[in-house]
């Protein structure tokens, strides 16, 4: 959770939303990639932190499917990246902080709890969530302080 935070931080720091992402071998605990919020930048909706660690993962291994794999992050996954992990076939899931407002694990639409989800992670959430939390409230207290949108 600490490499997933530091990409929190360096999404942050490039003004995106402070959400980072690894996914780790758990067998040799070897770290395959690691991604960060880049929607803006990118010019790209799907450029939520997962999806890039997912993509990069899968070009490092030669392989869509991830089975196997941990993927952590720092915010719950919203439903276009809990789709994205189950199309992957993440075997664990582990996230920070929950996200009433658009998640879709354990708030929202429990996308792994749906029958028609057809993969299901072993999923974690909490770990870190106070840390995770504090980032993304002080990033948006210091948006709205300077004026800006959400």
Request: charged letters at 20%.
């Amino acid at each position: 959770m600490r490499i997933a935070l530091d990409a929190a931080q360096a999404a942050a720091a490039a003004g995106e939303t402070p959400v980072g992402a690894a996914i780790i071998d758990p067998a040799s605990g070897e770290v395959i990639s690691v991604g960060a919020n880049g929607p803006i930048g990118a010019h790209d909706p799907t450029a939520h932190a997962e999806v890039v660690a997912l993509r990069e993962a899968a070009r490092k291994l030669g392989n869509y499917r991830l089975t196997g794999l941990t993927l952590v992050v720092t915010l719950e996954p919203c439903a276009m990246c809990a789709g994205a992990i189950s199309h992957a076939r993440i075997g664990r899931l582990v996230f920070g902080a929950e996200d009433p407002k658009g998640g879709a694990v354990v708030s929202g639409p429990r996308f792994f709890d749906q029958p028609t989800c057809h993969w299901r992670p072993q999923v974690e959430g909490g770990v870190l969530a106070g840390e995770s939390s504090a980032m993304l409230k002080a990033f948006f207290r210091e948006r709205r302080n300077r004026g800006e949108r959400e």
